[in-house]
């Protein structure tokens, strides 16, 4: 291998030991959740000094490897993609912590039926599943799983969408349970953000394995569609 092939061997799996963290971030927190476990949320908010070193060290021998390297090509395209999925990470990261803050903060448990009925545990599962196939995705080069991304995010947006009724139904259900309500509103926002950060991987990873840029291409094709009605 040539001495860029071996630097980008090894960012690769840089960025890939930092993706088990943060898994393992979201997988804690949540754990941390159901379990009212306080330190084990601790040990999450700990943990994220790690996440953050990972970042700042990623994206120090990305810049090395384009000022002693000068990368084209699809050389080029990955270094940019794992810029990119570099801070997607670290912000998966800061949405683990803030859950697990959430434990740390609340005085009641969270109530396994509210936590039910407002969908947040299957939302939870799906973000994390999620977040699990984008790194497979970018390991095996897979373009047709990061795609499939795309389709499940809408899960976690459909039920980001009825957060509001159905997290009012548990309020209005028992009127003391609106501190721990609230919480769980919050933390069903932050795993929509986790699905969004999921989808800006997906696109990153299918930019440099085919050169494709899909931002703005849902607003690119209703453009067009737009043109063909006039």
Same mark, same amino acid.
């Given at each position: ?74 050389? *080029?395209?990955?270094? !940019?993609?794992? /810029?990119? =999925?570099?801070?997607? #990470? $670290? +912000?998966? &990261? @800061?949405?683990?912590?803030? %859950? ?77 349970? *609106?501190?721990?309500? !609230?919480?769980? /509103?919050? =933390?069903?926002?932050? #795993? $929509? +953000?986790? &699905? @969004?950060?999921?989808?800006? %991987? ?29």
């Amino acid at each position: 291998m040539t001495p860029l092939e071996i630097e980008i061997n090894a960012l690769k799996k840089e960025l890939i030991s930092m993706w088990i963290l943060v898994q393992s971030q979201l997988n804690k927190a949540k754990e941390a959740m159901i379990q009212f476990d306080k330190d084990l949320a601790r040990e999450v908010l700990i943990k994220e000094k790690r996440v953050n070193s990972f970042e700042l060290k990623i994206d120090r021998d990305c810049e090395n490897i384009f000022a002693l390297h000068c990368p084209v090509a699809i050389d *080029l395209r990955f270094l !940019l993609a794992a /810029l990119k =999925i570099n801070t997607n #990470l $670290e +912000r998966i &990261g @800061d949405i683990a912590a803030g %859950i697990a803050k959430y434990v740390v903060d609340s005085s009641v448990n969270f109530d396994q039926a509210a936590m039910e009925s407002t969908s947040m545990i299957r939302m939870y599962e799906e973000a994390v599943n999620i977040l699990i196939d984008t790194r497979t995705a970018f390991e095996k080069e897979d373009t047709v799983l990061a795609r499939s991304i795309f389709k499940r995010d809408d899960v976690l947006d459909n039920i980001n969408d009825a957060a509001p009724i159905t997290v009012a139904e548990v309020i209005k259900g028992d009127i003391d349970s *609106l501190p721990e309500a !609230l919480y769980i /509103l919050s =933390i069903i926002r932050k #795993l $929509e +953000r986790v &699905g @969004d950060q999921s989808k800006n %991987i997906a696109e990153e990873i299918i930019f440099y394995v085919e050169a494709k840029i899909l931002k703005h291409y849902e607003s690119s094709r209703e453009g067009l569609a737009d043109e063909e009605q006039q």
